[in-house]
């Protein structure tokens, strides 16, 4: 006891030598000590388990982004206003308030963000460094706080300025992950220049799975990843289970593994995905759709042999190798051209329309209120606006093979329409540069067989037709070719 | 000068100020019009501006946007409307409406254990005091009335269709059948007003209607909507079909259907008549339009621009009309696919054919009616006179569109306006039943674009009577055919009577995501 006695003296005297005179000031120190050890302890004694709790939580929490931005502007504004009041000494006395204000708002979003993350049964890394910033954020805002009187009186110059910065930073970090998990962790890099990305971000460029060959990395990892990983994975993983890779896959969740190797029967994951889509275990959960057929074959077939992490092939399976469909690329926006595509409509009587009120989506080129007089001119008359042409209606019209050179330039085509031209394929490898297209329609054409073997090299496309043509093939070979691209 | 007391014009006339009141007033008066007046006012002046802002560009202007966008004929267009709301998977849609409705039990809806119930009473709590029609309802007894015909597995899917339609059933991996459609009407003219334009009244634009007001027009030379009928065969048991199922209701006369006659001139008096060439024509319609103009300046009615823009059309209809119908140049593939039947105008095979051409050339929407599917009675001999009709076309159809490209953007559904009972209208016997009308439960198939094919979605119960998983009504359904065509059902929308009309009524609907790509 005397021990115990002696060593609460000794702290005493300690505190009495750091802390400063005033009782008040003594007691705000305390005051805050103590909150910022019960924040630190929160997420211990309300453990992140990844069940939901009550509703009413839930309810509240959802408050949290909106509530949250509150003291996301306030804490920008402090710094800026400390800088200004330099000059102007009636805004630094405003930051003072705004700081406190900044403080008091960090704790209302902290608790909002808790009930949140705790009451739906939110886990994972992110949710976890999104709630450990929020909890070292407001500790900090409260330390600035503190600080800031010193810093006032002129008894310290850095600490104050290196603690606001700091702060600065922990915001922009916390708000990050609390973006990532609002928009997914790819919502700002999705749409980077790919030189930009191979500098953010290195390992996201091109995953493994185009260099692997196991079965598992080419076809197995792409369906969970399409279709599970948004709860199962490293940002959420509900019921303890995470699918975003071999080990994790075959580990299982709470309840045990979620796959027997060498029986699809047994696997859980794969009753799971063959339940009536009504069902209350049927995943994927929440409205999402269900796997597709060929899918829930791959799977089934691969766990039956044995879930192996290398091998590259399962007897029974082939699938035909194809490089995944890209997702279309956004065009820039063409609204401020409208008056000078009015105009071009005007003259040539072809149109341009929009594939939707989103200008990223593209335009339309359509002739056919003019096809029969519509001529490889005409169409060069459009290159200028190729870059936000992604569809080319040119059925009916008078384009010969020239056009190909033309529409070589129209690097965001998804789809060229040419059926019923004159054209017969001579010139038709220029198309290989557009990497987006992915529909070709010959049909009614003269295209010859040897032109249509160019076609076998264009890696994108995905919809060839050459009905009526001399190269369609014949109706055996079109159902073979079916067959392999469906595989069983 | 002398101004009147009353007048308001505070410029040269008496003010407040002239008048015999106390000063105190007065001052209060002047105190009022130049400070808390201005306020107040420029306060309300910020409101409105907000409101307008928060509203959005057509927020405030209400009915008179229509009449206020003059685009040639001050009428709105797509592009005023901005539609597509969203990327579309479907630009264009082929409708086969089986009017009279088709009993799903014999086509579709496999019912394998009915067989052992033939003849049975169907059991009360199924009908669970439904009111049915006064065709049926003095029935003494409901026995059930098996399928005739047996089913046979297709496709990859595995999916099991009527002996009845040998061909359609080839399809079955590229369809998407829906066995749970269900309407709230339960006779032909509600039901069919219904199912194609939301509502079981007249007066309100059909789905045809709504795509043209919406998405406008891909071909300025045909009518964006177009109706073809089938020709009449008077062994089957015909309701009639009025142009209530392809007017544009409230919205303008521009976007009714334009239907093309199943015998003879596709359009009467298309051809100019002797003695009138196109030039001659082309000054008439100059004149009158001139005329049209008058009176629209005069009156401000939309219809007469509506008028002017019809009669603009079918001058344009007059060459791509006989192009249109001209099937010469199509090669013999054709007609080995569409069968012999498709070379007689007005027949199911030769409108399917149509419909094709109308696809490729950009007509919005092909509405392609077969009348006759009304089978109270004698289901086994008229049954199959129809399948023979139309199966063969819906093949013929889909895989015409398939391999020339067109499937990937066209959405085709093929569907009646309810279905039809699994007890017999009349007697039954081993070679012979009937059937009546049937709301509960009805199958439709989709296929092309946006549509997630080689699936069947819902589930009916053991009689085929009730939806025992997954009901789609029909609200949901022309949400989901909108949504295929990039359309949000709920902000596709027009004022009239006071209310934001849609096709889907005002009923919440929702697209059905298990039947989307």
Redesign the interface.
């Known amino acids: 006891m005397a021990w115990v006695s002696k060593t609460v003296k000794k702290l005493a005297a300690l505190a009495d030598r750091l802390l400063p005179e005033s009782r008040s000031i003594r007691v705000a120190w305390l005051a805050s000590l103590l909150l910022s050890v019960a924040l630190l302890l929160l997420p211990w004694i309300f453990k992140l388990d990844g069940k939901p709790h009550a509703d009413w939580q839930q309810f509240l929490g959802r408050f949290h982004p909106l509530a949250v931005h509150l003291p996301v502007g306030l804490l920008v504004l402090v710094p800026l206003l400390e800088i200004v009041g330099h000059f102007r000494p009636a805004l630094r006395e405003a930051a003072g308030f705004v700081l406190g204000l900044a403080f008091a708002c960090c704790l209302g979003a902290l608790a909002l963000g808790f009930l949140l993350a705790f009451g739906g049964g939110s886990a994972g890394a992110v949710v976890n460094h999104h709630m450990w910033g929020g909890i070292w954020l407001s500790i900090a805002v409260l330390l600035c706080l503190l600080a800031r009187p010193w810093w006032i009186s002129g008894a310290t110059s850095r600490v104050y300025p290196a603690m606001l910065t700091g702060v600065f930073f922990l915001l922009t970090w916390t708000a990050h992950q609390g973006g990532s998990l609002t928009h997914g962790s790819s919502y700002l890099t999705e749409y980077m220049p790919a030189p930009l990305k191979r500098w953010v971000a290195p390992g996201s460029v091109k995953a493994d799975a185009q260099n692997s060959v196991s079965f598992y990395a080419k076809h197995i990892n792409p369906i969970l990843d399409a279709n599970c990983v948004t709860c199962h994975g490293e940002d959420e993983t509900k019921g303890g289970l995470r699918l975003d890779s071999y080990e994790s896959l075959m580990k299982g969740g709470k309840d045990g593994p979620v796959i027997v190797p060498g029986s699809a029967d047994k696997s859980v994951l794969l009753q799971r995905v063959t339940l009536?889509?009504?069902h209350k275990q049927f995943m994927p959960a929440e409205?999402k759709?269900?796997l597709k057929?060929e899918e829930i074959a791959w799977l089934s077939a691969w766990v039956q042999q044995g879930a192996s992490p290398t091998a590259t092939t399962l007897a029974g399976v082939s699938i035909r190798e194809e490089q995944p469909e890209l997702p279309?690329q956004p065009v820039g926006d063409y609204s401020g051209l409208m008056a000078e595509i009015s105009t071009m409509e005007a003259g040539q009587g072809a149109k341009l329309?929009p594939?939707?009120?989103?200008p990223s989506?593209g335009l339309i080129l359509?002739t056919?209120?003019v096809a029969p007089s519509f001529t490889d001119a005409q169409l060069a008359g459009f290159q200028k606006f190729a870059p936000y042409i992604v569809e080319a209606n040119l059925?009916r019209t008078a384009v010969t093979n020239a056009s190909f050179d033309t529409l070589a330039k129209f690097t965001h085509l998804r789809a060229l329409?040419l059926?019923g031209t004159g054209v017969t394929g001579d010139g038709l490898q220029k198309l290989g540069s557009l990497s987006q297209l992915t529909?070709l329609?010959l049909?009614?054409t003269k295209v010859t067989t040897s032109a249509a073997a160019q076609i076998e090299k264009m890696k994108s496309l995905r919809?060839v037709?050459l009905?009526?043509t001399p190269a369609q093939p014949a109706p055996t070979e079109v159902a073979a070719k079916a067959d392999a691209r469906?595989t069983? | 000068m002398k101004q009147h007391p009353l007048c308001t014009d505070t410029e040269d006339g008496p003010s407040v100020l002239d008048l015999p009141i106390p000063a105190g007033l007065k001052q209060e008066w002047m105190a009022l019009e130049n400070r808390r007046r201005f306020l107040g006012r420029a306060g309300k002046v910020l409101g409105w501006a907000a409101m307008a802002s928060l509203l959005g560009d057509r927020g405030m202007s209400g009915d008179a946007r229509a009449a206020d966008k003059p685009n040639g004929y001050g009428l709105p267009s797509s592009d005023d409307l901005k539609l597509p709301h969203f990327a579309p998977k479907a630009k264009r849609a082929i409708y086969l409406f089986m009017s009279g409705a088709p009993p799903q039990i014999d086509l579709w809806d496999y019912k394998p254990n009915l067989a052992a119930l033939f003849d049975k009473d169907l059991p009360d709590s199924v009908r669970g005091g439904q009111q049915l029609t006064g065709m049926t309802a003095g029935q003494a007894r409901f026995p059930i009335a098996p399928s005739h015909w047996a089913f046979k597995r297709y496709g990859k899917t595995g999916t099991w269709v009527s002996d009845l339609l040998p061909n359609t059933a080839r399809l079955v991996d590229d369809l998407t059948i829906i066995k749970t459609l269900n309407t709230d009407a339960i006779n032909h003219e509600p039901a069919i007003m219904l199912i194609n334009t939301g509502n079981m009244n007249p007066g309100k634009p059909c789905l045809g209607s709504w795509l043209s007001y919406g998405l406008g027009s891909m071909n300025d030379n045909l009518p964006t909507f177009m109706v073809l009928q089938t020709k009449v065969n008077p062994k089957e048991n015909n309701q009639p079909l009025s142009s209530r199922l392809w007017s544009s209701g409230f919205l303008s006369s521009q976007y009714a259907g334009v239907g093309l006659r199943s015998g003879g001139d596709p359009v009467l008096y298309l051809t100019d008549p002797n003695g009138v060439d196109r030039e001659v024509r082309r000054k008439m319609l100059d004149a009158v339009e001139q005329i049209n103009r008058q009176t629209y300046e005069e009156l401000g009615d939309p219809e007469t621009n509506a008028r002017i823009a019809q009669y603009e059309m079918a001058y344009r209809m007059q060459t791509s009309v006989p192009e249109l119908a001209d099937l010469s140049k199509e090669p013999k593939s054709t007609w080995d696919l569409y069968g012999p039947d498709a070379k007689e105008p007005g027949t199911f095979a030769y409108n399917c054919l149509m419909a094709r051409r109308m696809a490729e050339r950009g007509v919005r929407l092909t509405q392609v009616y077969k009348r006759g599917w009304d089978v109270h009675g004698n289901v086994t001999g008229v049954l199959p006179i129809l399948c023979q009709e139309t199966d063969r076309g819906c093949y013929a159809l889909v895989t015409d569109l398939k391999q020339r490209g067109l499937l990937d953007d066209t959405l085709v559904i093929w569907g009646g306006e309810f279905g039809r009972t699994v007890y017999s209208q009349g007697g039954l016997t081993m070679e012979n039943y009937g059937r009546d009308h049937h709301p509960r439960c009805f199958t439709v198939w989709m296929t092309g674009g946006g549509v997630r094919t080689g699936i069947t979605y819902g589930e009916t119960d053991e009689y085929s009577y009730n939806v025992a998983k997954d009901p789609v009504t029909v609200r949901d359904f022309n949400a989901t055919v909108l949504h295929c065509l990039g359309i949000d059902h709920n902000k596709l929308t027009y004022k009239s009577q006071g209310l934001d009309q849609k096709l889907t009524g005002p009923v919440p609907a929702n697209v059905v995501p298990g039947l989307l790509a």
């Open positions: 009536p889509p009504g409205g759709p269900p057929p279309p329309v594939v939707s009120r989103k989506d359509n056919v209120d059925a329409h059926e529909y329609n049909s009614g919809h037709y009905y009526n469906n069983q």
